[in-house]
């Protein structure tokens, strides 16, 4: 098996799991290299160049990381890149602020808030009437719309609908099918390291239906036996829903693959995209999963706002979950019509404003590019992971080769809350520690609670190395 070691930082390399589920177009355009360099990089770790497609396209089972000399350098700007982002630059405490929750939600780049300000301050105005001011709301929201569409993707712009999150995007999803397609003793299947919110809605779905919920178990190292979930798909399952990322393992799970397992027999898939839509590009049409959902708030844009991806037939098929204004015909005291797809699921007053928002944050991201900054972020993880592991009685939970960069742990003995104070009030480290909002992923895990650092392309390797002194010399204290 050739070495799967990547060392070199993101200048002049990139990292390509081959048994990952993309086209070759798709890592040509993520690292910004030809398809040559591809399979030049695929020969010289001992691999046959000329099936670089097969490699690709079929999904081997091994593991295997490769570097591909870049066209261009691969550079981020740290220092450059945290100007856009007012809030880095705040000492709470007299302390310059270390942020690593970004995985709960991310600062925001200084164009998204002169956005809102600038649209509050000269622009304000309810979609769809018919003043001016009106008519250049409407407009800008159907152009996040399509930039929203083109951003991820997606065929049509039909196909995005505003949530208020991830967590409506999956009450959607749940509460539809329960009413249009689940029946009694239905199966869904979920995974052992779902964050709440892809749980509850479920369970609900199930009170209403007598559907059953069933949970794919997770290995060692935090990944899912594609094995195993071939095997839990019976002739009852009607849907998979499952994360992209975890939020508390990091692991990144092969979608595509359990896309073409599901739909071989007739499944559905639904991808809770919280943790993996700010840190990688991602495409539906590549995916090919059914609905994907995300948080806005978690990749630079604005509070309060999300979408959901749906495939057009599936959107056509399931009842909206809100009803109210903006997504009805015709109503009567007895009974009312809805409109088509997106606006039926959008009932009520939309965030307008952060939608445009939203709008400015996808040409920001656009910009900085997160085929990128995926590369540094990894090298941000990397460093934490080798700095983390060589402390006495620390413990990696979550050690798949193919992780979003966040990582958890917990020091043998050791309460993490008093970690996560400790972190805060002598380093000025901002993290998060406790369930996680992933209770029974603790008990699979057999601990009470984690503390998780999670990292963004706006991060420095010194603040990370900060993070490791400031563990270490907690986990020496008496
Ligand atoms: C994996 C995952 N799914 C769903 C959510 C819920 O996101 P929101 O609260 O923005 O709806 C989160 C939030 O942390 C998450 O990490």
């Known amino acids: 098996m050739p070495d799967n070691k990547l060392q070199k930082g993101p200048q002049d390399s990139a990292r390509i799991n081959i048994n990952e589920d993309y086209e070759v177009r798709y890592w040509t355009e993520k690292f910004n290299c030809s398809k040559q360099k591809l399979k030049e990089a695929v020969g010289a770790v001992g691999f046959n160049p000329s099936k670089v497609n097969t490699y690709l396209k079929k999904s081997k089972t091994e593991k295997l990381t490769v570097r591909v000399q870049t066209k261009t350098n691969v550079k981020i700007d740290v220092k450059k890149l945290r100007r856009d982002f007012p809030m880095l630059a705040s000492k709470p405490g007299g302390k310059p602020m270390i942020y690593f929750d970004s995985a709960a939600t991310t600062h925001k780049p200084k164009v998204v808030i002169e956005k809102l300000k600038e649209y509050y301050l000269k622009q304000y105005a309810k979609p769809n009437e018919q003043h001016s001011f009106s008519k250049t709301t409407t407009v800008a929201v159907e152009l996040t719309r399509r930039k929203t569409a083109k951003f991820i993707g997606a065929s049509s712009p039909k196909q995005i609908i505003f949530t208020r999150g991830t967590t409506e995007g999956t009450n959607i999803v749940a509460h539809g099918f329960a009413d249009a397609i689940l029946n009694m ?77 599901a739909h071989a027999k007739g499944v559905a898939v639904m991808v809770d995209g919280a943790q993996a839509a700010p840190h990688m590009p991602v495409s539906m049409k590549d995916l090919g999963c059914d609905f994907y959902a995300f948080s806005c708030h978690k990749m630079g844009g604005p509070t309060g706002l999300g979408v959901l991806y749906g495939k057009t037939e599936w959107l056509n098929k399931i009842a909206p979950l809100i ?156």
């Open 323 to 478: 009803g109210g204004a903006e997504m009805a015909d015709t109503v009567t005291f007895s009974s009312s019509t809805y409109t088509g797809i997106p606006k039926k699921f959008e009932g009520g007053t939309p965030p307008f404003a952060e939608i445009i928002a939203f709008g400015t944050l996808i040409d920001y991201t656009k910009k900085i590019n997160l085929a990128n900054t995926s590369q540094y972020e990894v090298q941000l993880l990397k460093q934490a992971t080798e700095g983390l592991s060589k402390i006495k009685n620390v413990r990696i939970f979550g050690t798949s080769d193919n992780k979003e960069p966040l990582i958890s742990f917990d020091i043998e003995g050791k309460d993490v809350k008093k970690l996560e104070r400790y972190l805060h009030n002598k380093w000025g480290i901002a993290l998060r520690a406790g369930e996680l909002t992933a209770q029974p992923l603790m008990k699979v895990l057999g601990v009470k609670q984690l503390i998780r650092a999670s990292f963004c392309y706006y991060n420095t390797p010194q603040e990370v190395e900060t993070l490791i002194k400031g563990v270490e010399t907690f986990a020496k204290m008496k």
């Open 185 to 261: 003793a239905d199966e869904i299947l979920i995974t052992k390291m779902e964050h709440h919110s892809n749980i509850i809605p479920w369970q609900m779905a199930c009170v209403k239906s007598g559907a059953v919920l069933r949970t794919i178990s997770i290995t060692g190292k935090g990944e899912i036996d594609l094995n195993e979930l071939d095997s839990m798909i019976t002739g009852k399952t009607r849907i998979i829903s499952i994360p992209h990322s975890s939020h508390v393992l990091g692991t990144i799970l092969p979608i595509k693959k359990i896309c073409a397992l």
